[in-house]
């Protein structure tokens, strides 16, 4: 009976420790995978963060030609709306028959549609060499 007893306490402690010793394989294995798993989340996590800021860099950039594009637009209509004032202005100048009366309607449409403080209005006459100044005004 001794002997079964004994045999049985053996049995039992290598039973034990072939358990201890599969659990600390599963636990070293365990601990292994999620230490794997660990860095190539960390190594995911650092691409990704090379990548947002390639991908902010890019956004950067893309905001500065947009804000270009839409500043050249900008300009692209205010300088189509005056040539059309000017446009307007020449046209309505061109109907105006007598010289004295033209040189007058410049003088206001220059001021009041073109936005000039300033106007000096000079005539050039063919037969002579000289240019001499017609109309002067400003705001005063």
């Known amino acids: 009976m001794f002997y079964v007893c004994a045999y049985t306490m053996l049995m039992t402690l290598l039973l034990d420790c072939l358990i201890f010793t599969l659990v600390g394989f599963f636990t070293g294995y365990s601990v292994y995978s999620l230490n794997k798993a660990l860095t190539r989340a960390q190594t995911s996590e650092q691409a990704l963060t090379r990548n947002n800021s390639q991908l902010l860099a890019e956004i950067a950039s893309r905001e500065r030609v947009e804000h270009a594009l839409r500043k050249t637009e900008e300009q692209g209509r205010q300088l ?61």
């Open 80 to 140: 189509q709306q005056r040539l059309r004032t000017l446009n307007s202005v020449s046209n309505e100048l061109s109907k105006i028959p007598t010289p004295e009366d033209l040189c007058t309607k410049a003088m206001e449409l220059a001021h009041e549609r073109l936005g000039f403080d300033r106007v000096v209005l000079y005539l050039v006459d063919d037969s002579k060499t000289n240019i001499t100044a017609a109309f002067m005004t400003d705001k005063a």
